[in-house]
């Protein structure tokens, strides 16, 4: 993403896009995964985070960032005026591969995916295998999420 700095400005000046997805729900995390959960977390989503706070505190918006203890979910909160503004944030979770419906692929009926999934307080949405995204698509779902919510 080359200019996400420049879509946050547009989007606190009201200029705004709109590029989103639809979700997908899954179910929670176990505990083989949780040391790959940990590494998306402290590898992508916290440096993204780290990323937004700075920009937006150029745009007069404070930010929190919190970890849970097991470090599978990372929450950015963004403030206006004291008062809460926007909630975004990204969980790992594991998600069932769907050839149980087919039984000559009996072999693979127990592997599971890394997903993220992304909350907010309107709900959440499915961003998809923590494996294929960086910290410029956890900035990029930000933005997105952001635009919708300013649009609102």
Same mark, same amino acid.
């Given at each position: 993403?080359n200019?996400? %700095?420049? !879509? @946050? !400005? #547009?989007?606190?000046?009201g %200029?705004?896009?709109?590029? &989103?997805?639809?979700? *997908?729900?899954g179910?929670?995390?176990g505990e %083989?995964?949780? *040391?790959h *959960?940990?590494?998306?977390?402290?590898? &992508?989503?916290?440096?993204?985070f780290?990323?937004l706070?700075?920009?937006?505190?150029k745009?007069?918006?404070? &930010? *929190?960032i919190?970890? #849970?203890? =097991?470090k599978?979910e990372a &929450? @950015?909160k963004?403030?206006?005026?004291d008062?809460?503004?926007? /909630? /975004?944030?990204?969980?790992?979770?594991?998600? =069932?591969k769907? #050839?149980? $419906?087919?039984? =000559?692929h $009996?072999e693979? =009926?127990n592997?599971s995916s @890394?997903?993220a999934?992304?909350?907010l307080?309107?709900?959440?949405h499915?961003?998809?295998?923590i494996n294929s995204?960086?910290m410029d698509?956890?900035? %990029? #779902?930000f933005?997105?999420?952001y635009?919708?919510? $300013?649009k609102?």
């Amino acid at each position: 993403m080359n200019n996400w %700095k420049d !879509r @946050l !400005r #547009d989007i606190l000046e009201g %200029k705004i896009e709109d590029e &989103s997805e639809a979700p *997908v729900p899954g179910e929670r995390i176990g505990e %083989k995964a949780e *040391v790959h *959960v940990t590494s998306f977390i402290e590898n &992508s989503v916290l440096p993204a985070f780290r990323e937004l706070s700075a920009e937006l505190e150029k745009h007069k918006r404070c &930010s *929190v960032i919190d970890v #849970d203890e =097991q470090k599978t979910e990372a &929450s @950015l909160k963004v403030y206006f005026q004291d008062a809460e503004e926007f /909630y /975004y944030a990204v969980r790992g979770r594991t998600y =069932q591969k769907g #050839d149980f $419906a087919f039984p =000559q692929h $009996a072999e693979t =009926q127990n592997e599971s995916s @890394l997903e993220a999934e992304v909350i907010l307080r309107s709900g959440s949405h499915h961003m998809g295998d923590i494996n294929s995204f960086s910290m410029d698509d956890i900035i %990029k #779902d930000f933005l997105d999420e952001y635009s919708k919510w $300013a649009k609102f």
